[in-house]
T-cell receptor, first 113, second 112 residues
C-alpha cells in the first residue's frame, strides 16, 4: 500500500532563510504527488503537484518541489521564507484508485523574526 | 462564494447524539470527497462521490458513518450515535478531475 512519511514534525526557520521540508513516499508505480498548506482554521490549499514530466515543479507563493525517484522523495523548498509562511504543510500521494489522497502527518513550520 | 463551503464550522455533540455535516462544493464540480483529520494528524480519506454516485466508501470507519449526495451537488456526512473518537475536523473537497481537489475550511466536531 502507498504511504507518505514526513520525517520532521516541527521545523523552525528564521525569516529570510531558506526552507526544505522533507517528504518520502512508498508507492509501486509513478506516483502523483502533492504539497498542501494549512493555516489555522483554514482548509488545505494546494501549493503544487507532480504528475509527470519535469521533475522540478513550481508552485504558488514561491515554493518549488523536486521529484527524485531514486530517493522516493518529493521535498518542498523555498529560497527565502516569510513570516506568513508559518503553517502546517502536508505532503500527499495519489492512491491506486485514482482519486483519494494519502496524506503524511504534516510538518509544522514556525518562522522566527 | 467561489470556494467549497462547509457548515457548521463547529459542532459540539454529546456522546450518543446524531450529527449531520454539510458540504457545498464548487458549482459544477463532479467529484466530492470527505476526509477526517484527527488532531495532529494528516487528513484521512473517508468517501468519494462522482456526481450522485458514491464510488468509494472504504474509508468510513464504521457503519455509524453515512454520506450522501442525492442530487450530485450538496453532500451530507451523517454520524450516528457519536463517540468520543469521532472528534476531529471533517474536511470536504470537490474537483473536476480525479486528483484535483479544492478543500473547504472543515467542520470541527467535538464529542463530549
Amino acid at each position: 500500500a502507498q504511504s507518505v512519511t514526513q520525517p520532521d514534525i516541527h521545523i523552525t526557520v528564521s525569516e529570510g532563510a531558506s526552507l526544505e521540508l522533507r517528504c518520502n513516499y512508498s508507492y509501486g508505480a509513478t506516483p502523483y504527488l502533492f504539497w498542501y498548506v494549512q493555516s489555522p482554521g483554514q482548509g488545505l490549499q494546494l501549493l503544487l503537484k507532480y504528475f509527470s514530466g519535469d521533475t522540478l515543479v513550481q508552485g504558488i507563493k514561491g515554493f518549488e518541489a523536486e521529484f527524485k525517484r531514486s530517493q522516493s522523495s518529493f521535498n518542498l523548498r523555498k529560497p527565502s521564507v516569510h513570516w506568513s509562511d508559518a503553517a502546517e504543510y502536508f505532503c500527499a500521494v495519489g492512491a491506486n484508485s485514482g482519486y483519494a489522497l494519502n496524506f503524511g502527518k504534516g510538518t509544522s513550520l514556525l518562522v522566527t523574526p | 462564494g467561489a470556494g467549497v463551503s462547509q457548515s457548521p464550522r463547529y459542532k459540539v455533540a454529546k456522546r450518543g447524539q446524531d450529527v449531520a455535516l454539510r458540504c457545498d462544493p464548487i458549482s459544477g464540480h463532479v467529484s466530492l470527497f470527505w476526509y477526517q483529520q484527527a488532531l495532529g494528524q494528516g487528513p484521512e480519506f473517508l468517501t468519494y462521490f462522482q456526481n450522485e454516485a458514491q464510488l468509494d466508501k472504504s474509508g468510513l470507519p464504521s457503519d455509524r458513518f453515512f454520506a450522501e449526495r442525492p442530487e450530485g451537488s450538496v453532500s451530507t456526512l451523517k454520524i450516528q450515535r457519536t463517540q468520543q473518537e469521532d472528534s476531529a475536523v471533517y474536511l470536504c473537497a470537490s474537483g473536476q478531475g480525479s486528483y484535483e481537489q479544492y478543500f473547504g475550511p472543515g467542520t470541527r466536531l467535538t464529542v463530549t
